[in-house]
């Protein structure tokens, strides 16, 4: 069993809906992170949290310690939303990374 | 934000040739680096950490020879890939961590295509 586990693995939205992006992580963290991956490859940090919730335009991030689990959140979704999200914990000085999500928001 | 710098963004080279790949953070000094690997439709793999001054600590399965990190100053480590071979092909991305921080930083990443 990975030790990060992100769903769903694929995505398919239409423009506007509100998408929930979840990962549920099994060894101690002193930190979460959330990246987003576009088709170039480049990867950008959304956020790094390690308790409650962070706010960044129409993303929101929350995380639950005690449940292990975190869930990112993009409302009024849009076409540039459509990227891999990935979901990576900080443990004892590394990052593990989670699979990723496929995002796809049509227009 | 702070920004980290990769180059060149991609490359084709020969089999057999060196192919150095260099990893700049251009707006704060990175005690560490990290280096990793990613395959098509796959999570990023971590080859090796490097800390400003001092050896590399690479991965299990990772060859340090095959792969050599140089991290000679606070805003710059290099990987070389040294005798490329086709099953070198994929994509190289480095990250970098302020000190004190846990806050990483992705560079924009490099494809490498060795025929």
């Known amino acids: 069993k990975n030790e990060v586990e992100q769903s769903p693995q694929n995505l398919t939205a239409q423009e506007g809906e509100f998408i929930t992006i979840n990962c549920s992580y099994s060894?101690?963290?002193?930190?979460l992170h959330w990246l987003q991956q576009h088709p170039g490859g480049g990867i950008v940090s959304l956020f790094m949290?390690?308790?409650g919730k962070k706010k960044h335009g129409r993303l929101i991030a929350t995380i639950n310690i005690q449940e292990k689990h975190s869930s990112l959140h993009i409302t009024a979704s849009h076409p540039r939303d459509s990227a891999v999200y990935i979901c990576?914990?900080?443990?004892?000085?590394?990052?593990?990374f989670g699979k990723g999500t496929k995002l796809s928001v049509k227009p | 934000g702070a920004v980290v710098s990769q180059h060149p963004s991609w490359v084709i080279c020969k089999s057999g040739t060196s192919v150095k790949i260099e990893c700049r953070s251009l707006?704060?000094?990175?005690?560490?680096m990290f280096w990793y690997r990613q395959f098509p439709k796959q999570s990023l793999m971590l080859m090796a950490t490097?800390?400003?001054?001092?050896?590399?600590?690479?991965e299990q399965g990772v060859e340090k020879d095959k792969f050599l990190i140089n991290h000679a100053s606070l805003t710059l480590s290099t990987l070389t890939v040294t005798s490329a071979h086709p099953e070198d092909s994929s994509f190289y991305i480095c990250?970098?961590?302020?000190?004190?921080?846990?806050?990483?930083?992705f560079g924009p990443g490099t494809r490498l295509l060795v025929l």
């Open positions: 990250s970098a961590r302020a000190p004190g921080g846990e806050t990483q930083y």
């Open positions: 060894v101690g963290i002193s930190a």
């Open positions: 949290l390690s308790s």
């Open positions: 990576a914990v900080l443990s004892q000085g590394n990052l593990i």
């Open positions: 707006d704060f000094q990175a005690t560490t």
């Open positions: 490097s800390n400003e001054g001092s050896k590399a600590t690479y």
